[in-house]
Nanobody, 123 residues
Framework: QVRLVESGGGLVQPGGSLRLSCAASGSIFAINAMGWHRQAPGKEREVVASITSGEVTTYVDSVKGRFTISRDNAKNMVYLQMSSLKPEDTAVYYC?????????????????WGQGTQVTVSS
């Protein structure tokens, strides 16, 4: 059983910072791309940032220069450092991972999501 668990969300004032963490656990053999997505009320889920196994990063234009994604392969974790937060960053943030896991003597690939963590930017 593979699980992704996010933490670090909360309420922050405009201009403030938060750091989100996502821990992947289970019989993981390898993690390929990891990413953060968000969904605001009444809007579709969008990808915010992603990072490959080679640590190549991409960002949606609205967060470039303000957010930084990173990963710790030894700990199967991915982080999202968010700075200069704006009210429009308010959303539920989800961790996502493409990974390979062991199932008995076999290996399987899958895409997994965390349960989400709420980020609210408000004065």
């Amino acid at each position: 059983q593979v699980r992704l668990v996010e933490s670090g969300g909360g309420l922050v004032q405009p201009g403030g910072s938060l750091r989100l963490s996502c821990a992947a656990s289970g019989s993981i053999f390898a993690i390929n791309a990891m990413g953060w997505h968000r969904q605001a009320p009444g809007k579709e889920r969008e990808v915010v940032a992603s990072i490959t196994s080679g640590e190549v990063t991409t960002y949606v234009d609205s967060v470039k220069g303000r957010f930084t994604i990173s990963r710790d392969n030894a700990k199967n974790m991915v982080y999202l450092q968010m700075s200069s937060l704006k009210p429009e960053d308010t959303a539920v943030y989800y961790c996502n991972a493409d990974l390979v896991f062991r199932r008995g003597t076999a290996y399987s690939a899958g895409n997994y999501w965390g349960q989400g963590t709420q980020v609210t930017v408000s004065s």
